[in-house]
């Protein structure tokens, strides 16, 4: 079965230190991989995706097959980070997300 | 800047009774998304548009769920009759063919089945 699984409902940090935020996946096929983020108040909205192998707000993420993860990294956090993060996942014919449960990151000044 | 419109945004309906939300996506957008967020969870994809047609509504309970839209624009989620567990957040989104990943959320409606 699909299934994307974000371990950690809370991650705190301080300004200033690396942030990871883990996400591992099931998937049978080729997976596609996205990062959504929500801030306080805001709508739920895209943040990266794995094909693009970009640095969206300073964020990265790799994904490793071998392990079956899609881990979301920034080496400096800022406060404005702080928010829900959910790790979701295409399957199907129809780009279907499947999303997991999320991660609030709180960075603390 | 173009947004999902959603209404209401907030509903409390006592069980048994029906209920409907509204979904405006973005104009141009083909695809419509309903989703179903639980308390603590992610969103789980409920029903699936491409223009009118339904392309996935797997995880929709049809006994008791509908949803339509029958000109390729707005669309309408039902519920009836509504149960205590149907209480959550449902969220409407729209994507545009170019760019099907890139999923436009609304603000969502909170339900609450007493």
């Known amino acids: 079965a699909q299934r994307v699984t974000q371990p950690e409902k809370l991650l705190s940090v301080f300004k200033g230190a690396p942030v990871e935020l883990k996400c591992n996946y099931s998937y049978s096929g080729s997976p596609e991989l996205f990062w959504y983020v929500q801030y306080s108040r805001q709508r739920l909205q895209l943040l990266l995706r794995h094909i693009s192998r970009e640095s969206i707000k300073g964020f990265t993420a790799d994904l490793n097959k071998g392990e079956t993860s899609f881990h979301l990294k920034k080496p400096f956090a800022q406060e404005e980070d702080s928010a829900m993060y959910y790790c979701?996942?295409?399957?199907?014919?129809?780009?279907?997300?499947?999303f997991g449960a999320g991660t609030r990151l709180a960075v603390h000044p | 800047e173009a947004e999902v419109a959603q209404s209401p945004r907030y509903k409390i309906t006592e069980k048994s009774q029906a209920v409907a939300f509204w979904c405006d996506p973005i104009s141009g957008h083909a695809t419509l998304y309903w989703y179903r967020q639980i308390l603590g969870q992610g969103p789980e994809l409920l029903v699936q548009?491409?223009?009118?047609?339904?392309?996935?509504d797997s995880q929709l309970p049809k006994d008791r769920f509908s949803a339509e839209r029958l000109k390729g624009v707005d669309s309408t989620l039902k519920i009836q009759p509504a149960e205590l567990g149907d209480s959550a957040m449902y969220l409407c989104a729209s994507s545009h063919y170019r760019d099907p990943y890139e999923q436009y959320f609304g603000p969502g409606t909170r339900l609450t089945v007493t």
């Open positions: 548009f491409q223009d009118e047609s339904v392309v996935d």
């Open positions: 979701a996942l295409s399957s199907g014919g129809y780009n279907k997300l499947i």
